[in-house]
């Protein structure tokens, strides 16, 4: 059977549904009808095609909201579809992507030709975020309510801090009005210039430059006093410091709209993971201290922090190559995502699988809007993952979907991994081997 097959009625039959929207833990059955839910409970039509989901977990489709797919201009790194191609893989069902492109998603027209192919080539659905600044500059705002209105989720020079004061207040005032959700790279250059890894141990270490972690917080403290002044709905990209953590816990109670991810290596790795994977485990924010990871682990586990980003990062094997000093900044990360978070969050008892998955899911869709997903309520579109929690693997860079592997968790033993993908119904990703759950009913 052709599992792209969208049409007519299909059964995910009798895996362990986990929606935390509507606080459902239990093994039965999902109908899908055209594209959308149409009840958990055990199926009674007849259908066209079943899907066996047993030992599965089934579960509303997971929600990147901090991917690089490099195009425009970075091909050689990412496509929209090699970039959605692996988020499928990875169990992703919808990415937000970011505007560091060559040229920046700064105006319509470029925004436009990513939504273009993004409609006829990806593999899950793509959200482009709209730079902040003409250029990313960090100069003038963008034309926020026009590219909103031509379809920008959110606003972000990520890559970059916003470090001018007046320009970043110009920058929350005009998304005010119009609503926009803004995306901070919490970074203030001339804390962060030169560095390469986290400022301390490892730094002397390795004899090179640190990158401040205040850096980060003085950013973040200046963002929060902004929205004292008046609110707008603000979202910290990849939360790194207990410092921050603190922050956003501060900000949050007294009622700042502050939204805050962290992403998959935050949480897994220390910044004694570049002394092992070199170039590979360097990004931005720097991998941090052992008190900052826990920090971070513990502001997700209790709300402080919403929800898990990858910032899927890829870069070619050559720039990683140039060496630590001169390798760029990021690491990819849509096809680990789930099993490093699964073996750093559940397996430790931290969260229930129905924690992670609405830090994977539930929470991205609410920062972004996006009310149909991030749940198997009912009449909603049926985006929808399935996910095999017991399969052990180890990860080596030529499994990887992505065209960059330039992943810290090389070699890596993982637990869990995505056994299929469905986008408004259409299955977008099976796992090799699992081609047989897809069956037509003879
Ligand atoms: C990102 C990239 O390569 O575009 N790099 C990174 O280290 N995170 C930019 C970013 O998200 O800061
Ligand atoms: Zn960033």
Known sequence: MDPRQSQGRTVIRAGRVIDPSQSIDRVDDVTIVDGRIESVGPAAERPDRTIDAGGLIVCPGLIDMHVHLREPGGEEQE??????RA??????????????TK????????LRAVLDKARSGAHCRVYPVAAMTVGQRGQVPVDMP??????????S???IGLDDDRVARAVFDRARPCDALLIQHCEVAALSAGGCVNQGRIAEQLGVAGIDPRAETEMLARDLDLLRGSPVRYHVAHVSTERAVDLVRRGKAEGLPVTAEVTVHHLALTEDAVLRQGANAKMKPPLRTEADVAACRRGLC???????????????????????RDAPFGVVGLETAWPVSWGVLVET???DPAGLI???????????????????????????????ATASWVLSANSLISKSNNSPFIGRHLVGRCVATLVAGVCRYVAEGSEGRFAQPG
């Open 349 to 351: 008892g931290r969260l």
């Open 157 to 159: 020079d990520d890559g």
């Open 358 to 388: 609405d830090r994977m899911s539930c929470q991205p869709a609410r920062i972004l809007g996006l009310s149909d997903q991030g749940t198997l309520a009912a009449g909603t579109v049926a985006d929808v993952t399935m996910l095999d």
């Open 146 to 155: 026009a590219l909103k209105a031509a379809g920008a989720i959110a606003f």
């Open 103 to 110: 040229p920046p998603i700064d105006n319509v027209d470029t």
């Open 87 to 100: 988020a499928a893989g990875g169990g992703f069902t919808a990415v937000a992507c970011m505007p560091n």
């Open 302 to 324: 209790d709300g402080t922090i919403d929800c898990i980003a990858t910032d899927h990062a890829p870069h070619t094997a050559e720039a990683k190559e140039r060496g630590l």
């Open 79 to 84: 496509t929209i579809e090699t970039g959605t």
